[in-house]
């Protein structure tokens, strides 16, 4: 089963240094998790000031500038993997370095019959 990966925390709070520590163990868990064929995607994201909302009511598209919601933890990331159950998927996620520091939501994915398939 396919589980996302959200990865929350507060942008503020993390020093240059953290931040590429952060990535590089990122990257060296992607490649474990590619090696066990769990892997499919994961990326940062850029800071929470460049997002732009984008709503339609009533027919008309509204754009605005920021997040969602205004929170103390900031959606900063993402990781998509395959797993054999929910434990196994927490299990990685408690692995993920965001957790250090904020939060990991873990959210099974529902295949939608019809999508293009993930290479």
Not at 2 to 7: A, F, I, P, Q
Not at 59 to 81: C, H, K, M, N, S
Request: charged share 25%; aromatic share 8%; net charge negative.
């Amino acid at each position: 089963m396919k589980y996302m990966m959200l990865v929350y925390t507060d942008e503020t709070i993390w020093t240059e240094n953290e931040r590429e520590a952060c990535f590089s163990e990122s990257v060296a868990l992607t490649h474990e998790l590619h090696g066990k064929g769990q892997y499919l995607t994961a990326s940062p994201l850029h800071p929470v000031a460049t997002a732009t909302s984008v709503r339609v009511r009533e027919g008309r598209r509204l754009v605005t500038d920021g997040p969602f919601a205004e929170t103390a933890e900031q959606l900063g990331g993402f990781y998509l993997i395959d797993a054999t159950n929910l434990d196994e998927a927490i299990a990685i996620a408690a692995r993920i370095p965001g957790a250090k520091k904020g939060t990991i939501e873990v959210r099974p994915v529902y295949e939608l019959p019809g999508l293009p398939r993930l290479n």
